[in-house]
C-alpha cells in the first residue's frame, strides 16, 4: 500500500521528534512522539516510523541513563575515573543514536521503511 | 526540503548572514581591542619584555608549552608560572639554565637553549608580564596550570 | 574521460598531498612515543619541533588537497579549460620546494638558527602556533595562494558560474585574505593572540568549511545523480549557518586570553550553534545518498563523502560542542580533551573531504571511471583503518583529558602537571597503538592505488 501524503508527513514529523528527543527538546519530543502515536493507524509508514522513534528513545534513555547511572553507582562519584567512562560513553553513545536518528529521518523522507531494521520488526 | 523555502533565500541567508556576522565581528573587534589596556597589562611592557617575547617565539617554545591555555599540551601551561615559581623570576632563569643538554633518561626534558644571562632575564621578565595579564576568573582554576 | 584536460592537473598536486600526509602521520608517531618515552630521539628531534612538522605538514597537504580540488572541480564547473594551467603547474613546484625546504629546516637546525638564516628579525612572524613558517615562506604562501586565487578567479568569471564554484571561490577568497593576519605580531601578547585567532579559527571553523561543503556538494552531484538545484540549496545553508555560527563563535577562544568577559556570552551561544552546520553535512549526504538516482561504480568515493559527513559532525560538531561552553572549557581549556577535538575534527571534516575529492576524481584522472573491484576494496579497507583509529585516537585522548582535569584543574588538591602526565600515561600508549592502526591503514590506502585486479562494469549514461 502506498502511503498517502499525510502519512508521509506524519512519518517525517516523528522522526523529527524523535531526533528533537534526542537533542534539543528532551522529554517534550518524546511527548509529541506518544500524542502522534494516537494520530496513526497499523500497519503504516507514520505508525512504524512513530514506534521507531519511541523505541529508539526508550533504547536511547536505557543506554545512556541507565548505563551512566550505573557507573557512576559502581565507579562512586569522587572517583576520577568514573567520569572517564560516563564522559566518553555518554558522548560518544549519545552521537551514535543521533546519527542513527538522522538516518531514520532521511529514510522516512522518502517514505521508505530502514532497510535493515534492527531495532524494529 | 520544501518548495517554498528557494534557493534564492538560501542564497540570501549566506551572503546576508555572511555579511552581517562579519560586520558584527568587526564591532566587536574593534570594541574589544579599545577596552584591552584594563586588562592586558600592557603598560608593563617594556623593551626586555618585547626581547623576551622574540625569544619565546624564536625557540618555539609554543611548541611544548601552552601560555594561557594555548599552544602545545607537551609541557606545563606557562601562563602563571612565575606565580608558580614564588614569584621569582631567579627560579625561572635556574631553571631554563640548567637544563640537562643530552636530556633525562626516560623522561621529557627541555632542551637546553644556551641563552645568555640576559637573554635569561629577557625572558623571564616577559613571562612576568604574561602572568600579569588579568584574564576572566583569573583562569587558570589553580596555582597548576 | 575527464572533461577538460587541465584538470589533470590536480594529480600532481594529491600525488604531493598524500606523500605529505605519510610524513604528517610518521611525526604523529614519534610524537605519540615522546609523550610515554620523554627521551625519544631527545635532543636530536625535539618534541616542538616534531609537533611544528606535524602540525605544519599537516596544513600544507590540505592546502596542497584543497588546491588540486580546486584545479580538478573548476574547469568542469565552469565548463571551459583552466584559465592558465602552466601557472597551476609552476606553482606547484614552488610550493612543493617551499614546503619541503621549510620541514628540512625545522629539522637540520635549531629553530632558533632557522629564525635568523631567514632574517625573522626584519617581520617576525614566527614561533606561534600553527604559524611557525618562516616569514619568508608564508610570503611565499602568499604569492602561491594569489596565484592559484587568480587562476580559478578567472576561470570562474569567464565561465559558467554555479553555486558550487562560487562557494568555492569565497572561501579560497577567505582563506587569502585571513592568512595576511599571519603578519601582525604585536608585542602585546592579548592582542597576538586576539588576531592569531583571526587566521586559524577563521580558517578551520569559517572559510575552510565553505570549501570543504562546495567539494562534499560537487562529489555529492557527481556520485548520486541527484538534481543540482538540491543539492545547491543545502549548499547555500549549508555554509550560511556556518558563517552565522562560526564568525561570532570565533569568541570561545576569547574566554580566558585577557579579552573582555562579554566574550564568555557571545562565545558560548554562537559556538553552540557550531555543530549545526556540520550536522546538516551529515544530514545533507545521508539525505543524497539516500536520493541517489544512480549506483555510481566508485563505492569507495561515496563511503568517503558519507563518511566525511558523519565523522565531521563527530570530530568538529559533537567533541567542539563538548567544550565549548565557558564554564565548562574554564577546567579543560589546553588540556588533552582540546587535542581529541583537534584530532578528529581534522580528520572527519578536512582530511576526509580532501580524501573524497581524490578517491573520487584519481581514477579519472588516470582514465577509468572508477578504481578496479580489488583496489576498492583496499581502498575501502584503509577508510575503516583510518576512522576507526581515529575514533580511538579520540577517545583515548578524552580519557587522558578528562583524568587530567579533574587531577590537575577540578581536584580539591591539584596534583603538578608532570605529576598528572605520568598517570594517564596508559591512554597515551593506547593512543600510540591505534596511531599504528592508523599508519597500518595510510600505507594500505597508498598501496590501493597500485592494486590490480578487475576492471568495474558499469552503464554508460
Known sequence: MKPDEIQLKQASRATLYSLLNLTMLPIVGFISLCLLYRKTTSNTIDRYYVLLGIKTNLYAAAALFLVTALMIFMGGFESPWTWVYVISYFVFVHALFILFATWSMVRSWTGEKLKRSFLSK | MRETFTKGMARNIYYGGGVFFFLVLIGLTVDTVKGLPATDNSENITEQVAAGKRLWEINDCIGCHSLLGEGAYFAPELGNVYTRFGESTEAIKAFIKYRPVDGVKGRRSMPQFNLTDEELEEIAQFLKYVDGIKTARNWPPNIQG | ?461
Do not use: C
Open chain 3, 1 to 461: 574521460m575527464m572533461k577538460y584536460e587541465s584538470q589533470g592537473i590536480a594529480k600532481m598536486y594529491f600525488i604531493a598531498a598524500i606523500g605529505l600526509f605519510l610524513g604528517q602521520i610518521l611525526f604523529g608517531i614519534i610524537m605519540g612515543l615522546q609523550y610515554v618515552m620523554g627521551d625519544f630521539l631527545f635532543p636530536e628531534i625535539p618534541f616542538n619541533v616534531a609537533r611544528m612538522v606535524h602540525t605544519n605538514l599537516l596544513i600544507v597537504w590540505l592546502l596542497f588537497g584543497f588546491m588540486g580540488s580546486a584545479y580538478f572541480l573548476v574547469p568542469e564547473e565552469a565548463e571551459r579549460e583552466l584559465y592558465a594551467p602552466w601557472l597551476a603547474k609552476l606553482m606547484f613546484w614552488i610550493f612543493l620546494v617551499a614546503g619541503v625546504l621549510t620541514i628540512l629546516g625545522y629539522l637540520l637546525v635549531p629553530y632558533a638558527k632557522l629564525a635568523e638564516i631567514t632574517m625573522n628579525d626584519l617581520l617576525p612572524t614566527m614561533g606561534r602556533e600553527f604559524l611557525e613558517q618562516p616569514t619568508i615562506t608564508k610570503i611565499g604562501i602568499v604569492i602561491v595562494v594569489l596565484a592559484f586565487i587568480f587562476n580559478i578567479g578567472m576561470t570562474v568569471l569567464s565561465g559558467r558560474k554555479t553555486v558550487i564554484n562560487l562557494v568555492l571561490l569565497t572561501g579560497l577568497v577567505g582563506l587569502a585574505v585571513f592568512f595576511l593576519f599571519s603578519f601582525y605580531n604585536p608585542d602585546n601578547l592579548v592582542l597576538d593572540k586576539y588576531f592569531w585567532w583571526f587566521v586559524v579559527h577563521l580558517w578551520v571553523e569559517g572559510v575552510w568549511e565553505l570549501i570543504m561543503a562546495s567539494l562534499l556538494a560537487y562529489v555529492l552531484i557527481k556520485v548520486t545523480g541527484v538534481d543540482r538545484e538540491v543539492i545547491e540549496k543545502w549548499l547555500y545553508l549549508i555554509v550560511g549557518m556556518a558563517l552565522i555560527s562560526g564568525l561570532i563563535g570565533t569568541g570561545h577562544h576569547f574566554f580566558w586570553i585577557g579579552t573582555p568577559d562579554y566574550w564568555q556570552w557571545l562565545g558560548s551561544i554562537f559556538s553552540a550553534l557550531e555543530p549545526i552546520p556540520f550536522f546538516m553535512m551529515t544530514l545533507f549526504a545521508f539525505n543524497v545518498v539516500n536520493k541517489r538516482r544512480r549506483d555510481h561504480p566508485n563505492k569507495a568515493a561515496v563511503l568517503w563523502a558519507l563518511g566525511t559527513g558523519v565523522m565531521a559532525f563527530l570530530g568538529a560538531g559533537v567533541w567542539g560542542f563538548l567544550h565549548t561552553l565557558a564554564p565548562i572549557n574554564f577546567y579543560t581549556h589546553g588540556t588533552q580533551i582540546t587535542a581529541a577535538h583537534g584530532h578528529m575534527a581534522f580528520y572527519g571534516a578536512y582530511v576526509m573531504v580532501v580524501l573524497t575529492m581524490i578517491s573520487y576524481s584519481m581514477p579519472i584522472m588516470r582514465g577509468q571511471k572508477a578504481a578496479n573491484e580489488r583496489a576498492q576494496v583496499f581502498e575501502m579497507w584503509s577508510f575503516w583503518m583510518m576512522t576507526v583509529a581515529m575514533v580511538f585516537i579520540t577517545l583515548f585522548l578524552t580519557g587522558a583529558g578528562i583524568l587530567q582535569v579533574y587531577l590537575q584543574r577540578y581536584s580539591e588538591n591539584p596534583e603538578s602537571f608532570m605529576v598528572v602526565q605520568d598517570k594517564v600515561a596508559m591512554f597515551y600508549w593506547m593512543r600510540e597503538l591505534a596511531g599504528l592502526v592508523f599508519l597500518a591503514g595510510l600505507l594500505l590506502y597508498i598501496y590501493s592505488f597500485f592494486a590490480k585486479g578487475k576492471e568495474v562494469e558499469f552503464v554508460e549514461e
